[in-house]
C-alpha cells in the first residue's frame, strides 16, 4: 500500500522566517493536495498539484511536486503567527479509487513572535 | 455560508451507547466521505458514498454504519461504542470521486468516550 511520509514531524520557528515541510510518497502520485488543520477546525484546502515539475503558489506559500511525482514540499516565505497549525499533505494513492485520500502524518508548525 | 456543516461538534457519551454525527454539504458535490483523526493526529479514510451509493469501505469495524439519504448528506452511526473510537471524525466532499477535485472538510466531531 502507499504512504506518505512527512519531515518535519514539529517545527518552531521565528517570526519573518523561511521554512520548508517535505511530503515523500512510496509510490507514484496522481494528485497532491495540501491541508492546513488548526486546532478544534477542519481541514482547510491549500494546493493541489497534479503534473510532475509542477509548481503552484498562494500568497507565501508555495508547493512543487518533483518531475518523477513522489515528493512534494511546502514552502512558506517570511512566516507569521497565522501560518501556524498543522500542514498534511493528502494524496489519491491510484487513479479511481473512489476519490479516498491517504495523508501523511502531519507537520505541526508553531510560529513565535 | 458554511460549506460542510457536521453536528454536533462536540460528544461525549459512555462505553457501550450509540451515537449518531451528522454532516450535510451546500457544495452541490456528489461526493461524502467519513475520515477519523486519531490522537496522534493520523487521518485515516472510513467511508466514501458517490451519489448515495457506497464506494468505500475500509476494513471499519460493522457497528459503523453510514448512511446517505441523499447526495447531499452522509451521517454515521455508530454502535455499541468503545474506548477506541475516541477521535476526531471529520465530513468531506468533493466533485467526482477521482484525483482532479480537492475535497472539503467540516470541522469535525470531537467523540470522547467514558
Known amino acids: 500500500s502507499q504512504e506518505l511520509e512527512q519531515s518535519p514531524q514539529s517545527l518552531i520557528v521565528q517570526e519573518g522566517k523561511n521554512l520548508t515541510i517535505n511530503c515523500t510518497s512510496s509510490k507514484t502520485l496522481y494528485g497532491l493536495y495540501w491541508y492546513k488543520q488548526k486546532y478544534g477546525e477542519g481541514l482547510i484546502f491549500l494546493m493541489m498539484?497534479?503534473?510532475?515539475?509542477e509548481e503552484k503558489s498562494h500568497e507565501k506559500i508555495t508547493a512543487k511536486l518533483d518531475e518523477k511525482k513522489q515528493q512534494s514540499s511546502l514552502h512558506i516565505t517570511a512566516s507569521q503567527p497565522s501560518h501556524a497549525g498543522i500542514y498534511l499533505c493528502g494524496a489519491v494513492p491510484s487513479y479511481n479509487q473512489g476519490g479516498k485520500l491517504i495523508f501523511g502524518q502531519g507537520t505541526e508548525l508553531s510560529v513565535k513572535p | 455560508d458554511t460549506a460542510v456543516s457536521q453536528t454536533p461538534k462536540y460528544l461525549v457519551t459512555q462505553m457501550g451507547n450509540d451515537k449518531s454525527i451528522k454532516c450535510e454539504q451546500n457544495?452541490?458535490?456528489?461526493?461524502m466521505y467519513w475520515y477519523k483523526q486519531d490522537s496522534k493526529k493520523f487521518l485515516k479514510i472510513m467511508f466514501s458514498?458517490?451519489?448515495?451509493?457506497?464506494?468505500i469501505n475500509e476494513t471499519v469495524p460493522n457497528r459503523f454504519s453510514p448512511k446517505s439519504p441523499d447526495k447531499a448528506h452522509l451521517n454515521l452511526h455508530i454502535n455499541s461504542l468503545e474506548l477506541g473510537d475516541s477521535a476526531v471524525y471529520f465530513c468531506a466532499s468533493s466533485q467526482g470521486g477521482n484525483s482532479n477535485q480537492p475535497q472539503h472538510f467540516g470541522d469535525g466531531t470531537r467523540l470522547s468516550i467514558l
Open positions: 457544495l452541490g458535490h456528489d461526493t
Open positions: 498539484l497534479q503534473k510532475g515539475g
Open positions: 458514498y458517490n451519489n448515495k451509493e457506497l464506494i
